[in-house]
């Protein structure tokens, strides 16, 4: 993600109200998280399961949050997505970055054609942060509790 | 060892105005559903996502900072994900009690052991840079509350050694109706209690 495209994004969690980051460091994301962290609301998780609960806790209490992970760690969230966040009503969005075909990791080429089936599955959404129109695309998206979004990078 | 029952219940006593208790699926959130249902607003039943009582209960205090949380695990639970107490020791804020509930086995699946011989649950809690304790009678678990009443640590441990004990029948109510009641407690939930 370049800067332009992380001012995009960190404007559409801005825009959203998002009060705390929780992270599974990705690339691609520095600088997102670099600005949550300088406000002392990012959180980095050991694991995927890890960041979708903290979230689960924050959202339980009042506070809006938003999960960031890699598309290699979607298949590690999907317990707790299913038997907390989903069984429980419990809303945050979960961004997926997302390198797909282009990613220089032939291992990750392979997690990323495997979990873009399970993404399409779950109903994932895609919002292009190269367009001016992303933010306000991301905020539609998390009105309408959009769980997965897809970040392509 | 205390009997598991009698531990919950001396947790379902000390709920208050400013505390609330997150629960782990199995045994132990039965037995608490059965022990709760003056304070049904002020616990948060799993009954699925093995492993992240800790890290929900770490998530609380970060919006609601006045409550004190007691998080409940099982050492199966625990074990499957280890990484939760150096998230909780690195990001507490507010006041985390942590309560390991250890019988040395997955229980509810039949009492296939969990830990090797020897292993002590508490060295690694302890190791984590967690202040730990270990209980195994019913003044130690009391000891260990008046003891976070004060205590300037966010967060800390009380490893309980517990005894195998069949179930209460299971929570009977929805999962959803579980989380809104449970919210609507946190965000009504005074900072002066």
Same mark, same amino acid.
């Given at each position: 993600?370049?800067? +332009?495209?992380?001012? /995009?994004?960190?404007?559409?969690? &801005?825009?959203?109200?998002?009060?705390?980051?929780?992270?599974?460091?990705?690339?691609?994301?520095?600088?997102?998280?670099?600005?949550?962290?300088?406000?002392?609301?990012?959180?980095?998780?050991? $694991?995927?399961?890890?960041?979708?609960?903290?979230?689960?806790?924050? =959202? @339980?209490?009042?506070?809006?949050?938003?999960?960031?992970?890699?598309?290699? +760690?979607?298949?590690?969230?999907? &317990?707790?997505?299913?038997?907390?966040?989903?069984?429980?009503?419990? !809303?945050?969005?979960?961004?997926?970055?997302?390198?797909?075909?282009?990613?220089?990791?032939?291992?990750?080429?392979?997690?990323?054609?495997? #979990?873009? %089936?399970?993404?399409?599955?779950?109903?994932?959404?895609?919002?292009?942060?190269?367009?001016?129109?992303?933010?306000?695309?991301?905020? $539609?998206?998390?009105?309408?509790? /959009?769980?997965?979004?897809?970040?392509?990078? | 060892?205390?009997?598991?029952?009698?531990? %919950?219940? %001396?947790?379902?006593?000390?709920?208050?105005?400013?505390?609330?208790?997150?629960?782990? @699926?199995? !045994?132990?959130?039965?037995?608490?559903?059965?022990?709760?249902?003056?304070?049904?607003?002020?616990?948060? !039943?799993?009954?699925?996502?093995? *492993?992240?009582?800790?890290?929900?209960?770490? *998530?609380?205090?970060?919006?609601?900072?006045?409550?004190?949380?007691?998080?409940?695990?099982?050492? *199966? =639970?625990?074990?499957?994900? %280890? *990484?939760?107490?150096?998230?909780?020791?690195?990001?507490?804020?507010?006041?985390?009690?942590? @309560?390991?509930?250890?019988?040395?086995?997955?229980? =509810?699946? +039949?009492?296939?052991?969990?830990?090797?011989?020897?292993?002590?649950? /508490?060295?690694?809690?302890?190791?984590?840079?967690?202040? #730990?304790?270990?209980?195994?009678?019913?003044?130690?678990?009391?000891?260990?509350?008046?003891?976070?009443?004060?205590?300037?640590?966010?967060?800390?441990?009380?490893?309980?050694?517990?005894?195998?004990?069949?179930?209460?029948?299971?929570?009977?109510?929805?999962?959803?109706?579980?989380?809104?009641?449970?919210?609507?407690?946190?965000?009504?939930? =005074?900072?002066?209690?």
């Amino acid at each position: 993600m370049d800067s +332009g495209e992380s001012r /995009q994004l960190i404007e559409a969690l &801005n825009l959203c109200g998002v009060g705390h980051l929780i992270v599974v460091p990705a690339t691609g994301m520095e600088l997102v998280c670099e600005h949550f962290e300088a406000r002392g609301a990012c959180l980095y998780a050991t $694991r995927e399961e890890e960041a979708v609960a903290i979230a689960a806790g924050l =959202s @339980l209490s009042g506070e809006r949050a938003a999960v960031i992970m890699a598309q290699a +760690g979607v298949g590690n969230a999907l &317990n707790a997505v299913f038997t907390l966040a989903d069984a429980y009503e419990i !809303y945050f969005p979960i961004l997926v970055c997302f390198r797909g075909k282009e990613d220089p990791n032939v291992v990750q080429r392979v997690s990323a054609g495997r #979990t873009h %089936l399970v993404l399409e599955a779950l109903g994932c959404a895609e919002v292009s942060w190269a367009v001016p129109a992303g933010a306000e695309e991301f905020k $539609r998206l998390v009105n309408n509790r /959009q769980r997965w979004i897809k970040c392509r990078l | 060892m205390l009997p598991r029952i009698e531990a %919950l219940r %001396l947790i379902a006593d000390r709920l208050g105005e400013r505390s609330c208790v997150v629960s782990p @699926l199995g !045994y132990i959130t039965r037995d608490l559903f059965s022990l709760t249902s003056g304070a049904r607003e002020r616990c948060f !039943y799993c009954m699925g996502s093995m *492993g992240s009582v800790v890290p929900v209960a770490l *998530g609380i205090p970060l919006g609601r900072p006045h409550l004190h949380v007691f998080a409940i695990e099982g050492d *199966g =639970s625990l074990l499957m994900n %280890l *990484g939760a107490l150096v998230t909780l020791r690195r990001y507490c804020r507010g006041r985390v009690s942590l @309560l390991v509930f250890d019988n040395r086995c997955y229980e =509810s699946t +039949g009492g296939q052991p969990s830990q090797p011989e020897g292993f002590k649950l /508490q060295d690694i809690c302890s190791a984590s840079g967690l202040r #730990t304790h270990v209980a195994t009678e019913a003044g130690h678990v009391e000891e260990f509350f008046r003891m976070r009443e004060t205590a300037p640590e966010p967060a800390a441990v009380l490893v309980v050694k517990v005894a195998v004990a069949p179930p209460s029948a299971r929570a009977d109510e929805p999962p959803d109706v579980i989380a809104a009641r449970f919210s609507k407690w946190l965000r009504g939930a =005074s900072p002066e209690g």
